[in-house]
């Protein structure tokens, strides 16, 4: 797997962060037609991208794509998770927008998922009352409740999240991170640190989309044999 980011990307909830997401998405498919994936911590987040990428899609028309449009599919649009999965898969060429249900227990070898997009780190909704309990217990032992459970907490839910590209040796792929907090936040390097593969720091969005084009262009070798990596965790 290629794991890559850029410091360069607007910051997260920012006005000009939901149109780069959709921008460098509609970019990755284009050069890479893939099956991806990309995942979001809200439905507004997921629900503004899917809007501009709709828009995307109809106003470049059929004739423009180098290969067979990407059929767009989105959570919350009507179509429960179960079905939404059997599309994805079915479709030659599908682009999935998904939020919670999709970060775990989707199991998706092979080239049923080529390119996985983190679009933010997935913290815990601060003022979930189960959140804002755990915190209190941790404070009042004198521990750091950002530290030792808030960031702990997201760590593991983007390790889950990246799981869902590489279920096995045999599995390949890109995944791209686009949380710039990664470069600008003291906790960013406890969860670079925490992927199972050095990350590739990119310049920027284009530099982003050419070396996703370049990986899927180069001659990979099949592994010899299967063996355990996310999938076994889960």
Known sequence: ARFMTTPSFPVPDTPPWQAAVAELVERLVRVAPRKTMVLFTSYAALQGVAGRLREALDRSGPTSWPAPRPVLLVQGSGAGAGELMTRFRQERHSLLLGTSTFWEGVDLP???LEILVV????????????????????????????????????????????????????????????????????????????????????????????????????????????????????
């Open 119 to 234: 679009t933010k780190l997935p913290f815990a909704v601060p003022t979930d009352p189960w959140v804002e309990a755990k915190c209190e217990r941790i404070a009042a032992n004198g521990d750091n409740a950002f530290i030792d459970f808030v960031v702990r907490d997201a760590v593991l839910r983007l390790r889950q999240g990246v799981g869902r590209l590489i279920r096995s040796r045999r599995d390949r792929g890109v995944v791209v991170l686009l949380d710039s907090r990664l470069h600008g936040k003291p906790y960013g390097m406890t969860f670079l640190k925490a992927l199972p593969s050095a990350v590739t720091y990119c310049a920027d969005a284009d530099e982003i989309v050419r070396q996703t084009g370049a990986f899927f262009d180069a001659d990979w070798p099949v592994p010899v044999s299967d063996g355990p990596d996310f999938a076994a965790q889960e």
């Open 110 to 112: 092979g080239a049923d």
